[in-house]
């Protein structure tokens, strides 16, 4: 083939696989608004979308909260700028950091676990056996996954909100030797509500993304033990992408201007 058609090739592709992934969603967000309704599937993949990922999350937000403010110290020593440190960590923990490394943690976790389970569902015939017994498998496997991601990861960024922010303020306090309620105080001073509803809102995006790439990859998996194995790969990979590209555009709407 020449390059020009390689090319074009590649192109149509791309365009194929997209289309086919705006469908899968598309259709799992009407049947999100149609009964019936599995509400202890939902329970369940929420349970295990928020709870089972506070630790990990709690983790990564605290060490991050704890890097941010020893390296904004070191660079803002420089020009004797240290008071603005509170400042610089509860708005990059709120607007960027915590919902972008809560997203990508979940996505590593519960994206890697969604398509593997529906891919050994899928090469193992079991989501066909669902079809045979009259039961939607949109409704009974993808609804209450994306359901869950869409709603429990907010909640996770606003744990790791606080988490990251204590963090920073654990450093400048114990070890940076700032004082705690001036510290406190400038915290409260530059935090706008728009602060911390932008990161929900990216959270909340986040989280449909996340469920919707380990749904869509292991729902269309084939090839057995290694079909299963490529869909958790294009899954994790895919779900990091769009989540950086999502944050990105979100960030050019809500602070744009």
């Not at 020009?4 to 469908?23: E, S, V």
Request: proline residues 4%.
């Amino acid at each position: 083939m020449n390059p020009l058609a390689l090319i074009g090739h590649t192109f149509l592709n791309f365009l194929a696989a997209t289309g086919r992934l705006a469908w899968f969603a598309a259709q799992g967000v009407s049947h999100c608004f149609r009964p019936p309704f599995y509400f202890r599937k939902i329970g369940q993949q929420m349970l295990d979308i928020g709870y089972f990922s506070l630790p990990v999350v709690g983790l990564t937000a605290l060490f991050t909260g704890m890097v941010l403010a020893l390296q904004s110290h070191s660079g803002f020593a420089r020009f004797e700028a240290e008071s603005a440190i509170p400042t610089v960590v509860v708005l990059s923990i709120t607007r960027e950091l915590g919902p972008v490394m809560a997203g990508l943690m979940v996505a590593g976790r519960i994206g890697a676990a969604i398509a593997a389970e529906l891919g050994t569902m899928r090469v193992t015939e079991q989501i066909d056996a669902l079809t045979t017994l009259s039961t939607n498998p949109f409704k009974y496997l993808v609804v209450p996954r994306l359901l869950a991601g869409t709603l429990m990861l907010p909640l996770l960024v606003l744990v790791a909100d606080i988490i990251g922010v204590f963090g920073g303020f654990l450093v400048c306090v114990y070890r940076l030797h700032f004082n705690a309620g001036n510290y406190i105080s400038q915290t409260w001073q530059y935090l706008e509500n728009r602060d911390v509803a932008s990161g929900l809102w990216k959270a909340a995006a986040f989280g449909f993304i996340i469920a919707l790439m380990g749904c869509y990859n292991g729902y269309n998996s084939k090839g057995g033990a290694s079909g299963v194995g490529m869909a958790t790969t294009n899954a994790v990979v895919g779900a990091s992408i769009l989540i950086l590209v999502t944050n990105y555009l979100l960030t050019g709407i809500f602070f744009g201007n």
